[in-house]
């Protein structure tokens, strides 16, 4: 029996059509063919041993991925391997005994690099001469939501004090209707409320008024960013550059945004709890896995404990 990776891996695109949001599905669909068919597209999938897997994953370790991203690869690997056994008549997951990658210090000094302190955020919004932009990393920041689900937000989502998290929008147009598609959120526990803050809460009421004001419509369900529409991400990312450039700090993605907001509740000893709530994880363990992770000084504090200790035998 022989069947190459790439014709599995095409087999794999019609299973999974159905399944997966297309955000998802197009994630996965540049994931798979500029990061894993160039490597294993040739191989006979019957064939694949796991130190085939190994190398894989340290061709992947010498490159400049984050932790993260090389996690998600594994992901993906392992899903495609199960599909393998569970239609294809494969005997064994290769990445699934091999295991994912394991956070390494540099992953770590990586990963604290791609947030905004408290500080580098209040430099950051200063820079922000539109009340729109400017109120929509503002939610950002202090929400936590994923981009998709802040842009999808309209003003019958926010109640006093909170946002009701019940829809997300695709980052690209729909090839048949060149609209963006609006979907359920991309996990069942994202469905979920968000507490904010008054000041957030006040601001977000200024751009209802404005747009009142611009479309003469006090009963129109605007989108709470962009009006009759929401904002383009791409235009959303212009003004984040512009204002990155402005004060003087270092890029970071849309989704930064998000680990800001938990990193900077997880260090001001907000219960994990509450924070993978917060954020709509389904369990607490996908949150210490993505931020657990930078309290190094902690870590030093626990072996010199240790060594003290160890001195007393």
Do not use: W
């Not at 820079?127 to 109120?135: A, H, L, P, S, V």
């Amino acid at each position: 029996m022989h069947l190459s990776f790439k014709e599995a891996y095409f087999q794999y695109l019609v299973y999974i059509d159905d399944k997966l949001k297309n955000q998802t599905k197009r994630t996965l669909k540049e994931r798979f063919e500029n990061k894993i068919i160039p490597y294993f597209g040739n191989y006979d999938i019957y064939k694949i041993k796991e130190i085939d897997y190994m190398n894989f994953k340290n061709k992947l370790n010498k490159n400049n991925y984050s932790y993260n991203y090389k996690r998600n690869i594994h992901y993906l690997m392992t899903s495609f391997f199960d599909f393998c056994i569970k239609k294809l008549d494969l005997k064994e997951n290769v990445a699934k005994n091999v295991g994912n990658f394991k956070k390494t210090i540099e992953d770590i000094k990586k990963n604290d690099k791609n947030i905004y302190t408290s500080i580098e955020f209040k430099k950051f919004i200063r820079c922000f001469d539109n009340i729109i932009y400017k109120t929509f990393f503002e939610t950002m920041y202090f929400s936590g939501c994923r981009p998709g689900e802040i842009m999808a937000l309209k003003f019958s989502d926010l109640n006093k004090y909170y946002l009701s998290i019940n829809k997300t929008i695709d980052e690209h147009c729909d090839k048949k209707t060149k609209t963006r598609l609006i979907n359920t959120p991309k996990t069942l526990t994202s469905n979920r409320i968000v507490y904010i803050n008054k000041f957030l809460y006040k601001n977000l009421l200024n751009l209802k008024n404005l747009y009142i004001k611009k479309y003469e419509d006090e009963n129109y369900d605007y989108f709470i960013f962009g009006g009759k529409k929401p904002l383009a991400p791409t235009t959303i990312n212009r003004y984040k550059k512009k204002a990155c450039n402005k004060a003087n700090l270092k890029p970071i993605r849309l989704h930064d945004f998000r680990h800001s907001h938990a990193t900077l509740l997880i260090n001001k000893k907000v219960p994990l709890k509450v924070v993978s709530s917060r954020l709509g994880h389904s369990k607490t363990s996908t949150t210490i896995d993505i931020y657990v992770h930078s309290d190094l000084k902690q870590e030093k504090r626990v072996t010199r404990t240790l060594n003290f200790i160890r001195l007393l035998f």
